[in-house]
T-cell receptor, first 113, second 112 residues
C-alpha cells in the first residue's frame, strides 16, 4: 500500500544550492501535482502533469522545474534555492479527470538558509 | 475573484456543536468538488466528495449550489477528533486539461 511516496522528508539547503524532490506513485494515476504550503496558508499549485511527457505550470512555478518521463515519477527540481522557497512541498496524484480524488504524499519540509 | 475562497475561520466550538463551512468558486464550468481534511503537519486527505444532489456521510453533510457557485460542509455533533483544517477543493478546467485548486482552509478546534 505505498500510494504516493516523497523523498526526502526533511532537507536544509543553503541559498543558491539546488536539489530534486522525488515523487513516485504506484497507483497508475495519470495526473500528478506538486503543491507548496507555507505556514498557516493554503496549498498553492506549482506544476502539474496529465500524463507522461506532459507538464504545465500552476500558480507559482517560478524557481522550479519538473519532468514526467514515466507515469510513476514526477520529480520537482529547485535551482538556485532562495529563502522564499522555505515551505512544505506535497506531491499528489489522481486517476483521471473523472476520478479526481487526489492522494498525497507525506510531504517534504524544506528550509533554505 | 480568487479561484476558491473559504471562510477564513478559525472556528472554536464546544463538543456536540454543529458547525458549517462555506466555500465559493470562480469557474462555473467546474465539475468536481471535494472537502479534504488536513491535520497539523500532515498531508491532506479526502473527507468527502460533493455531489449535485447533496450527500451525507455520518455526521458530515456536503451541499453544492451550482447557480451560486457555492459549496458547504456541515458537521453535526462535533467530536474532539474533528479538530483539523478543512480544505475546499475544486477541479477546474484549464486549456484542455484540469487541475485541482485548493482553498486556504478553515481551521476547526473542538473544545471539551
Amino acid at each position: 500500500n505505498a500510494g504516493v511516496t516523497q523523498t526526502p522528508k526533511f532537507r536544509i539547503l543553503k541559498i543558491g544550492q539546488s536539489m530534486t524532490l522525488q515523487c513516485t506513485q504506484d497507483m497508475n494515476h495519470n495526473y500528478m501535482y506538486w503543491y507548496r504550503q507555507d505556514p498557516g496558508m493554503g496549498l498553492k499549485l506549482i506544476y502539474y502533469s496529465v500524463g507522461a511527457g506532459i507538464t504545465d505550470k500552476g500558480e507559482v512555478p517560478n524557481g522550479y522545474n519538473v519532468s514526467r518521463s514515466t507515469t510513476e515519477d514526477f520529480p520537482l527540481r529547485l535551482e538556485l534555492a532562495a529563502p522564499s522557497q522555505t515551505s512544505v512541498y506535497f506531491c499528489a496524484s489522481s486517476y483521471s479527470r473523472h476520478r479526481t480524488e487526489a492522494f498525497f504524499g507525506q510531504g517534504t519540509r524544506l528550509t533554505v538558509v | 475573484r480568487k479561484e476558491v475562497e473559504q471562510d477564513p475561520g478559525p472556528f472554536n466550538v464546544p463538543e456536540g456543536a454543529t458547525v458549517a463551512f462555506n466555500c465559493t468558486y470562480s469557474n462555473s464550468a467546474s465539475q468536481s468538488f471535494f472537502w479534504y481534511r488536513q491535520d497539523c503537519r500532515k498531508e491532506p486527505k479526502l473527507l468527502m466528495s460533493v455531489y449535485s444532489s447533496g450527500n451525507e456521510d455520518g455526521r458530515f453533510t456536503a451541499q453544492l449550489n451550482r447557480a451560486s457557485q457555492y459549496i458547504s460542509l456541515l458537521i453535526r455533533d462535533s467530536k474532539l477528533s474533528d479538530s483539523a483544517t478543512y480544505l475546499c477543493v475544486v477541479n477546474m478546467a484549464q486549456g484542455g486539461s484540469e487541475k485541482l485548486v485548493f482553498g486556504k482552509g478553515t481551521k476547526l478546534t473542538v473544545n471539551p
